[in-house]
């Protein structure tokens, strides 16, 4: 028993990355209908920067942890949107209109280019976060321990969840962004203005990576240039698990995966952990080839 | 009281390496019910498209007010006063029928309360269903709510494209009637239709189509009672 509730704290400490993750792919596909490969690799370099700021942050010496905590986050965050814009000026808005294989090909090559850029920047070893950016504090309730790094990932997931669904159904650039994923033609005949919209998209999507990246590095602390492909194609089958392009579904999508792959490794082996995971794709899609809540309500023609 | 509100001049739109408008002309002036009629494939859905600006035009000039819209991108247009009820509704069918009315003013900063209560009035149908998915909605329904989504945007010129298509004839009817009223409220209307017979009983003047070029023109009576265009559009009754 104790076995198990230990491992449903680490499967949503682990679900809230993929969580945030997959919401960067659901955001983009649901509006552009496009699978930004390159999404994955925002958050290894959110992981770097974070690092980087947090190293010359820290050896400054008069800046409070806490403060120093908070700034690194919200500078990482700012660094990959505008990372996130450029990427879809750059690689995506020029093949707009071209055949969908196109912008594949060109997500490809800058997931490609993001990557060994991070490797040339910082080299292919391992970097290490260090051990004492967060508390060590960890409580133990009813033989489960919990650290303070997994209840902050837990709840600042939660919350950004939160304000993220607020922000989609009840605000009117809400209201517009789930029109432009429905159809981009009428929304513009709302005055809608896509790219506009689409931008939206990609600073949100980038912002919630850059903290998933953050995480992954606080967490894990080791980080490699390829940590990009790891975590992205986790949170890309929980996108795909919840139905892609469903914001509430990359949510629940996450967290199950974060869940069933604690669970795989506590009972199982860590080892079987990626074979189950795409054991319960197969089985998931075969049920519901639209993944969890994939397109509920079929459009009239 | 015939002033220009809207000039259309030798425009010519392509697909590609096809030309579906092939240079055409024709005005309407303000608070008029324009109507284009055509076979299938004349291009008159291209030819609305550019006016709201999601298709490039290759050459030729679109005057609304004296700009030329073929210069301005599609969002912005609306906000100029040209709002459209697009060909096969395109309602945003996993949004509520009050989401979509609502999108219809995005481009205000508050939806105009006595507008709401218009189209509320036009169409009371929407108002029972408004919380319901636009995509549950019927043809007749989901016409309803194209239009008002469109007039929500407070427009001077309203462009509708076949809002008869596939609609049971009572709705028709009862949508014809509607758009007399938004006439009547002060609201150009550029018509597109292939019910012929019953857009040329609402507009003041016609205008007919024929493969990306404008073949005949006048006054909606005239047009009525012209054998041509009686042979190809209205059949031989009457
Ligand atoms: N996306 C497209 N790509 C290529 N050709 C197109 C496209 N859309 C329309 N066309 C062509 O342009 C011409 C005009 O089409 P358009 O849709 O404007 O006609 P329409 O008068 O609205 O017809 P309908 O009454 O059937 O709606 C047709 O020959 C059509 O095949
Ligand atoms: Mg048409």
Redo the contacts with the bound molecule.
């Keep these: 028993m104790d076995i198990f509730l230990q491992q449903v704290v680490n499967g949503l400490t682990i679900g809230s990355i993929y969580a945030l993750v997959a919401l960067g792919y659901t955001m983009v596909y649901g509006v552009m209908k496009l699978i930004n490969f390159a999404h994955g690799d925002m958050v290894a370099l959110s992981a770097y920067i974070g690092l980087v700021l947090y190293t010359q942050l820290a050896g400054l010496g008069f800046i409070p942890q806490p403060l120093t905590v908070v700034l690194v986050f919200l500078i990482t965050a700012l660094v990959i949107a505008i990372f996130g814009v450029l990427l879809e000026r750059i690689a995506y808005r020029p093949l707009r209109t071209a055949p969908r294989l196109s912008a594949v090909v060109s997500a490809l090559g800058a997931s490609m280019m993001i990557q060994n850029g991070i490797m040339l920047v910082w080299g292919p070893n391992i970097l290490i976060f260090p051990a004492d950016i967060l508390p060590a504090i960890s409580w133990n309730v009813a033989g489960v321990t919990i650290t303070f790094i997994q209840a902050a990932m837990i709840i600042i997931t939660i919350l950004l969840m939160i304000s993220l669904t607020l922000f989609i159904n009840y605000t009117k650039m809400g209201t517009a962004i789930r029109a432009s994923a429905i159809n981009q033609d009428a929304a513009k005949l709302m005055g809608i203005n896509v790219n506009l919209v689409i931008m939206i998209i990609f600073v949100i999507g980038s912002i919630l990576g850059a903290v998933g990246g953050l995480f992954i590095g606080m967490y894990y602390r080791g980080i490699t240039f390829n940590l990009g492909w790891v975590y992205g194609l986790n949170a890309f089958i929980a996108a795909i698990l919840g139905g892609i392009g469903n914001i509430p579904g990359s949510m629940i999508g996450g967290y199950l995966l974060g869940l069933f792959t604690a669970l795989i490794a506590g009972y199982v082996s860590s080892a079987w952990a990626e074979a189950f995971t795409f054991i319960l794709l197969i089985l998931i899609l075969i049920v519901r080839p639209t993944g969890i809540l994939g397109e509920r309500v079929a459009e009239k023609v | 009281m015939s002033e220009l509100l809207l000039e259309v001049k030798d425009l010519v739109v392509n697909?590609?390496s096809?030309q579906?408008?092939k240079g055409i002309n024709f005005s309407v002036n303000k608070g008029e019910i324009v109507s284009i009629l055509?076979?299938?494939?004349?291009?008159?859905?291209?030819?609305?498209?550019t006016i709201s600006g999601l298709l490039k035009a290759k050459s030729g000039q679109i005057l609304y007010n004296g700009t030329d819209l073929t210069k301005v991108p599609a969002h912005k247009i609306v906000r100029l006063g040209v709002a459209q009820s697009p060909?096969g509704r395109q309602v945003f069918g996993t949004l509520t029928v009050e989401e979509n009315i609502r999108l219809g003013a995005f481009t205000k900063k508050h939806a105009d309360k006595d507008t709401l209560e218009w189209i509320y009035e036009l169409f009371p149908r929407l108002l029972e269903r408004r919380k319901q998915l636009a995509g549950t909605l019927s043809g007749g329904e989901q016409q309803m709510l194209a239009i008002s989504r469109a007039l929500m945007a407070q427009p001077q010129l309203l462009l509708l494209?076949?809002p008869s298509?596939g609609i049971a004839p009572i709705l028709v009817k009862m949508i014809f009637q509607a758009v007399k009223k938004i006439s009547g409220h002060g609201v150009t209307v550029l018509l597109?239709e292939?019910n012929a017979k019953a857009a040329l009983k609402l507009a003041d003047r016609g205008y007919v189509?024929d493969?990306?070029h404008v073949n005949i023109e006048g006054n909606a009576k005239d047009l009525l009672n012209d054998p041509k265009v009686q042979e190809a559009y209205l059949g031989k009754k009457d």
């Design positions: 697909y590609g096809i579906a408008i055509g076979a299938n494939g004349a291009g008159k859905t291209t030819t609305l498209r060909e494209d076949e298509l597109v292939q189509l493969v990306g």
